[in-house]
């Protein structure tokens, strides 16, 4: 069976610094995959050339939702990326913060929904049942996503792992087959990341989702993860299942000098 | 901060304020006998007000600091807990509409006719407030838009004979229209960039305006552009007003009611998420350009059925009623009555066009006061004189069974 993703020497120039540098990753349906590497490796950088923030220098990225046929991204603009399925949480919080939680996550509806202008101003019977249809399956993400006591809450005064959350939450009423988080751990206490843990096994067996993740909790992957690459100074230097990834020495020497969460 | 750093403070801004108007406000030539005289009792005066106006100043912005750590839960403006209150709700409204249509027999027509300007800039305002305050899209063109309603009802009135009630509807049309052809261009375009190109495109088109004399007749303008007619009667000089009048206030309320449904729907709902985070709106899956697109078009219709309006109101349009001082003025009504909230722009219009008019003393110095009342109220009410709130909606949950009426996703 082809891959869910496959991306293929993913090359990523800014000026004459090579971010990305020929990566290829491909990753299986039903997989949680994680992206590691230290600081400035080039995680984030790839992420932002799947959703299309970027335009990669070179390479191709190719998704093939399942029960469809193998598409690719290049050069598709970020909500286009979204349309066919891609979903993705952000490293640095971005949340709309002149919203309501439960309106945070009805802009994910956005492109799930088909109502126009002329049927906003209009409102017959159909827009109203497809407001309040949007309004209940964001309200039931939330549900789900542990975060219904907030709906009413402006998302700047959720805590910070909340916001994390809710950031899933979001991607989530996109209706992804494929979601990307970046570091969705980051500034979390030892409680919420074992949430977090549950959380992400959860949308995977319940929600039928591949999950790549970039993380730097290396506890958190090697529980997580079937699948682990890795990536230093833009090139992929190792890929396996979380043993094969600790004992390589390859991987060791990229960490060594790091302070690396599980050391 | 202790009173002593306080007054420290005070004394040091009083003595700033005195070298820095010491130019205008001590040194005086005369020049009849060629001499400079000192007014030293002027320095005395600046001295004093400065340091007691700073302290003020002060008082209150420490006022508003504690509000905002104490008063974290409900910080809702008073009208808006007035609406959401059914009791309330009715005979507010009740009242309001009362004081609306009894306005224009109880008050002369000087003031009729001067209630109907400022209504018009509810239109303006809540049209722009699309723009800038939902969207987040600095518009200092919007007067274009208006330019456009006013010469649309006047030269197709001119040449082709057509009545105000026909041109209210093609002027909204071409007010989309001409929002999507400046906008195409330009909403690549962010932030201060933005800004720019479009006051230049507004003052593109009152150029335009005044030199394309076979068009637009120039800046000698137009005249004699006839008020609307009730079904073919034309009413005498004061009916006409109060008909107007009422016009407007029907369109007004149109557009609230328009506005409103816009903002709670998934389009409204995407302008707010564009204008807080453009990259995570993307990643939502929202068209940035398209979503841009319908925001400035949609402000550009309420703007050209305002200056229809104007134009009939008037019965005389010439370029100089569109420069950008009239963008700014909108600008200012939607930025001090508050950003995004149409009740907030409703109030900001009333006060900023009602309150020159009648304080004659203040119009000369109109733009002044506006800049410090801008100022005043971006310190003291950052959000605008009465800020935006969001829907809240209620849920049946699984504690409260007995919430029987309140069902999924109807809202209060
Ligand atoms: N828009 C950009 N312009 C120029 N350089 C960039 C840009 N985005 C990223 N870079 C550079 O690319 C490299 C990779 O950055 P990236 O953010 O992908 O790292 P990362 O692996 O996500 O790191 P971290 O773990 O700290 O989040 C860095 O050297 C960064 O400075
Ligand atoms: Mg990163």
Redesign the interface.
């Known amino acids: 069976m082809e891959p869910i993703l496959n991306v293929k020497n993913l090359t990523m120039k800014f000026g004459g610094l090579k971010a990305l540098d020929d990566v290829s990753i491909a990753i299986e349906k039903g997989q949680i995959a994680a992206l590691i590497g230290p600081n400035g490796a080039g995680k984030t950088t790839f992420f932002n050339c799947i ?3 970027y335009d990669p220098s070179m390479g191709d990225v190719q998704i093939t939702p399942p029960g469809k046929s193998t598409q690719s991204l290049r050069g598709l ?3 286009y990326v ?2 066919r399925g891609v ?2 949480t ?1 490293q640095n919080i ?7 939680v ?2 945070n996550v ?8 088909s ?3 002329i049927k ?2 209009l ?1 017959p019977p159909s ?1 109203r049942e497809e ?6 399956d964001s ?1 039931e993400i939330l549900e789900k996503i542990g975060l ?1 006591k907030y ?2 809450e ?1 998302a700047v005064n959720l805590s910070y792992g909340a916001q994390r959350r809710l950031e899933i939450a ?1 991607a989530m ?2 209706e992804p087959f494929l979601l990307l988080l970046d570091e969705p751990a980051a500034g979390m206490n030892p409680k919420e990341t074992k949430e977090l843990d549950d959380l992400i096994l959860w949308l995977r067996d319940n929600e039928n989702l591949t999950i790549l993740l970039i993380e730097h909790d290396m506890k958190l992957v090697m529980s997580l993860s079937d699948r682990i690459h890795v990536v230093d100074y833009g090139k992929k230097i190792a890929e396996g299942n979380p043993q094969e990834i600790k004992a390589n020495p390859e991987v060791i020497k990229a960490y060594l000098g790091e302070e690396s969460d599980d050391a | 901060m202790p009173i002593k750093q306080q007054l420290k403070q005070s004394l040091i801004i009083a003595f700033w304020f005195m070298i820095l108007t010491f130019p205008i406000m001590v040194i005086k030539v005369n020049t009849i006998q060629n001499i400079i005289v000192f007014r030293w009792f002027n320095l005395l005066w600046v001295g004093i007000l400065t340091f007691f106006a700073s302290l003020v100043w002060n008082y209150f912005l420490r006022r508003t600091e504690a509000g905002k750590k104490k008063d974290f839960e409900d910080d809702t403006p008073l009208i808006h807990r007035l609406l959401q209150n059914d009791r309330f709700r009715r005979p507010f409204l009740g009242l309001v509409a009362a004081f609306f249509i009894a306005y224009p027999f109880i008050f002369p027509m000087y003031h009729t006719s001067i209630m109907i300007s400022a209504l018009v800039y509810v239109m303006l305002g809540l049209g722009l407030n699309i723009v800038v305050g939902l969207a987040g899209l600095l518009d200092l063109g919007y007067v274009a838009f208006y330019a456009v309603g006013a010469y649309a009802y006047a030269l197709l009135n001119l040449h082709f004979g057509l009545s105000f009630w026909v041109v209210l509807p093609l002027s909204a049309l071409l007010g989309t229209l001409f929002g999507v052809l400046l906008g195409y261009p330009v909403l690549r375009l962010r932030g201060d960039y933005l800004a720019i190109v479009t006051l230049g495109f507004g003052e593109i088109i009152r150029i335009v305006l005044e030199n394309w004399d076979e068009f637009s007749n120039g800046p000698r303008g137009i005249a004699d552009i006839p008020a609307p007619t009730f079904f073919g009667h034309q009413f005498n000089q004061d009916n006409t007003m109060i008909y107007i009048y009422f016009i407007v206030i029907a369109l007004v309320l149109m557009t609230i009611f ?1 506005v409103h ?2 903002e709670n ?6 302008w ?2 564009l ?3 453009e ?10 350009f398209k979503t841009k697109l ?1 925001a400035f078009a ?1 402000g550009a219709t309420w703007a050209a059925m305002g200056g229809v309006i104007f134009a009939a109101k008037t019965s005389y349009i010439n370029p100089m009623s569109f420069t950008i001082w009239e963008s700014i003025t909108i600008l200012c009504v939607v930025v001090i009555g508050g950003m ?1 909230s149409a009740i907030g722009v409703i109030a900001g219009a009333l006060v900023l066009i009602l309150l020159p008019e009648y304080l004659r003393a203040v119009a000369e110095y109109r733009m002044l006061v506006f800049g410090a009342l801008q100022v005043i109220v971006m310190v003291f009410k950052p959000d605008g004189l009465i800020k935006s709130v ?4 209620t ?1 049946k ?1 699984s504690q409260e069974p007995q919430q029987e009426k309140i069902a ?2 109807t809202h209060t």
């Open positions: 959703t299309g923030i603009k970020p909500n979204t349309e979903a993705r952000f971005r949340l709309f913060h002149g919203m309501t439960l309106e009805m802009i994910g509806r956005h492109c799930r929904l109502s126009g202008i906003a101003m409102r827009q407001e309040k249809k949007a309004v209940y309200y219904d709906v009413n402006m979001r009423a996109t | 328009f449904r816009l729907s998934k389009i409204g709902r995407a707010i998420a204008r807080d985070d990259i995570a709106c993307q990643a939502m899956g929202i068209d940035k319908t949609l995004g969001r829907k809240v909606y849920f949950t999924h996703g």
